[in-house]
Nanobody
């Protein structure tokens, strides 16, 4: 059974940093590209970042470039999202996901985590 378990969500102030972690089990982790997505109530889920199987290729949504960093540790079956200078509008549920292909489309991701809440306050 494949599981993606995120941790690290919570309440922070605008301008603060937060690191999300995602522990994967039940799959050949290094065979999957990993992505982070976020979704606010009443809005569509949006792509945040993804990282290739070996970690050599990374891509980000334009608004987070320079502030967020995605990384992975294949030895530990972990993927991370370091979020710096968080903004009020980035209050969302954040999901990690696994895909066979490197893609920004959420529909192409096979496995999803449960999504921790990140709340950014003023």
């Amino acid at each position: 059974q494949v599981q993606l378990v995120e941790s690290g969500g919570g309440l922070v102030q605008a301008g603060d940093s937060l690191r999300l972690s995602c522990a994967a089990s039940g799959l050949s982790f290094s065979s999957y590209a990993m992505g982070w997505f976020r979704q606010a109530p009443g809005k569509e889920r949006e792509f945040v970042a993804h990282i290739s199987w070996s970690g050599g290729v990374r891509a980000y949504e334009d608004s987070v470039k320079g502030r967020f960093t995605i990384s992975r540790d294949n030895g530990k079956n972990m993927v991370y999202l370091q979020m710096n200078s968080l903004k009020l509008e980035e209050t969302d549920v954040y999901y990690c996901a696994a895909s066979r292909g490197l893609t920004i489309s959420g529909t192409n991701y096979t496995y999803w985590g449960q999504g921790p809440q990140v709340t950014v306050s003023s």
